[in-house]
């Protein structure tokens, strides 16, 4: 089964997003992606259900030293003529890549197969756009100046019936610090 690891926005901005994508559906038609709840991809990985049962227990444990904090989204960009996406400040952007690299790290040596999602963390709003289309999008959106307080990991199935994935489990972060953690131990 297929199984992705998110940062899932708030749900005002999962509904803002939802509005950009019909906005440029109802200029360029329908598109990929139009349907995907507002997300940012960390990685995603095929597993059985014994394993995603380990690696529940990895993310729980990773989790808890996890600090929350808000990522500020600060302009529209594209991937050459084919992803349009709303891209994180400097100084979110290398919160956000934190996280990655962590979770990566931690999860790595338990998942055969791990695809990570690259190393430019970012919110697609459409993908496989041609140039007029991508025209369209960069003309349709321009300023983009939102925030959303991120404090969890999100692990999804892929769902075939709806060729979506669903949100299985939330991964609430501790906030904790290593040295709370060493210090509990006594």
Same mark, same amino acid.
């Given at each position: 089964?297929?199984?992705?690891? !998110?940062?899932?926005?708030?749900?005002?901005?999962?509904?803002? !997003?939802?509005?950009?994508?019909?906005?440029?559906?109802?200029?360029?038609?329908?598109?990929?992606?139009?349907?995907?709840?507002?997300?940012?991809?960390?990685?995603?990985?095929?597993?059985?259900?014994?394993?995603?049962?380990?690696?529940?227990?990895?993310?729980?444990?990773?989790?808890?030293?996890?600090?929350?904090?808000?990522?500020?989204?600060?302009?529209?960009?594209?991937?050459?003529?084919?992803?349009?996406?709303?891209?994180?400040?400097?100084?979110?952007?290398?919160?956000?890549?934190?996280?990655?690299?962590?979770?990566?790290?931690?999860?790595?040596?338990?998942?055969?197969?791990?695809?990570e999602?690259g190393?430019?963390?970012?919110?697609?709003?459409?993908?496989?756009?041609?140039?007029s289309?991508?025209? !369209?999008?960069?003309?349709?959106?321009?300023?983009?100046?939102?925030?959303?307080?991120?404090?969890?990991?999100?692990l999804?199935?892929?769902?075939?019936?709806?060729?979506?994935?669903?949100?299985?489990?939330?991964?609430?972060?501790?906030?904790?610090?290593?040295?709370?953690?060493?210090?509990?131990?006594?």
């Amino acid at each position: 089964m297929k199984y992705s690891l !998110v940062i899932h926005p708030s749900a005002d901005f999962i509904d803002y !997003v939802r509005d950009l994508k019909k906005q440029l559906e109802q200029k360029i038609g329908w598109y990929a992606s139009v349907n995907s709840l507002a997300h940012i991809s960390i990685c995603e990985f095929d597993s059985d259900e014994v394993n995603v049962e380990k690696i529940k227990t990895k993310l729980v444990d990773l989790v808890e030293f996890k600090k929350a904090q808000y990522v500020y989204l600060s302009e529209f960009n594209s991937y050459q003529q084919h992803t349009f996406f709303i891209q994180p400040s400097i100084y979110s952007k290398a919160y956000l890549k934190d996280v990655f690299r962590s979770v990566i790290i931690h999860l790595k040596p338990h998942i055969l197969g791990l695809y990570e999602n690259g190393d430019d963390p970012h919110v697609t709003i459409a993908r496989k756009l041609d140039g007029s289309k991508m025209t !369209v999008a960069k003309n349709l959106f321009t300023h983009i100046d939102k925030n959303f307080f991120c404090d969890s990991l999100s692990l999804r199935k892929f769902n075939p019936e709806k060729g979506q994935y669903e949100i299985i489990q939330k991964f609430p972060f501790g906030n904790r610090t290593r040295e709370e953690g060493q210090l509990s131990l006594f």
